[in-house]
């Protein structure tokens, strides 16, 4: 089975811009969550998407994004981007949601923001 | 704040040498998942733990799961230099807003010098 794949794998922005990230998941694999992480504050959950539906969401302002498509693909977007935005983004796939089972992680997409 | 965190934050062995670090949580579990990760990559999933369980094994690697102290420990025996890594716990509870989702801590960095 191919892995989760999430393009573009570096990005680079300048402030104001907006960016949109995009994870395929594992087939099969109905649950796609996005995580933020940088070095200060670790892996910090967005949001989790299951059968196009959002299950869960972080703590993090209405700047940040997510869908889901019919085919579990996954697309989140950031707005108006902030310095403090530049960050590895991963997305994780899988079968089940709300953490009932093995996370399998993209290799992540790697923002900066100017 | 995070509900799981890593102990030590940082940990610097020799080869050869076993490799202990600790995960505390806050509330009640459903399962607590141990994840690797390279420097710049995505997490790799290691292990998973039931709450009904005290401990598991694969390969090197051995989990130990207290619900009543609220901790597991992760040990690596026989370490390698290719162990050098970050190691997260993930633990699937419930959250300030009784959301259940997986909740991460802030990770270990494992350095095994040859």
């Known amino acids: 089975k191919a892995g989760v794949t999430q393009t573009p794998r570096y990005l680079i922005k300048t402030r104001g811009q907006q960016v949109t990230l995009s994870c395929s998941p594992i087939?099969?694999?109905?649950?796609v969550s996005w995580y933020q992480q940088t070095p200060g504050q670790g892996l910090q959950f967005l949001f989790e998407?299951?059968?196009?539906?959002?299950?869960n969401k972080g703590n993090f302002p209405g700047r940040f994004s997510g869908r889901q498509f019919s085919n579990s693909r996954s697309e989140m977007n950031v707005s108006t981007l902030e310095l403090g935005d530049s960050a590895l983004y991963l997305c994780?796939?899988?079968?089940?949601?709300?953490?009932?089972?093995?996370?399998?992680f993209g290799p992540g997409t790697r923002l900066t923001v100017l | 704040s995070q509900q799981g965190e890593e102990d030590p934050q940082a940990l610097s062995i020799q080869e050869g040498e076993n490799a202990t670090m600790n995960c505390s949580y806050k509330?009640?579990?459903?399962?607590l998942q141990w994840y690797r990760q390279n420097s710049g990559r995505g997490l790799v999933h290691l292990i998973l733990?039931?709450?009904n369980e005290r401990e598991k094994h694969s390969g090197r690697l051995r989990v130990t799961l207290d619900t009543s102290k609220k901790s597991s420990s992760l040990l690596i025996t026989a370490s390698r230099a290719a162990d050098t890594a970050s190691y997260f716990c993930?633990?699937?509870?419930?959250?300030?807003?009784?959301?259940?989702?997986?909740?991460w801590g802030l990770g270990t960095s494992l350095a095994v010098n040859p």
């Open positions: 998407y299951f059968s196009e539906t959002q299950r």
């Open positions: 993930a633990s699937k509870s419930l959250d300030a807003g009784n959301n259940r989702k997986l909740i």
């Open positions: 087939s099969g694999h109905r649950s």
């Open positions: 733990i039931r709450s």
């Open positions: 509330t009640s579990i459903n399962n």
């Open positions: 994780a796939s899988s079968f089940m949601a709300d953490g009932t089972d093995t996370q399998y």
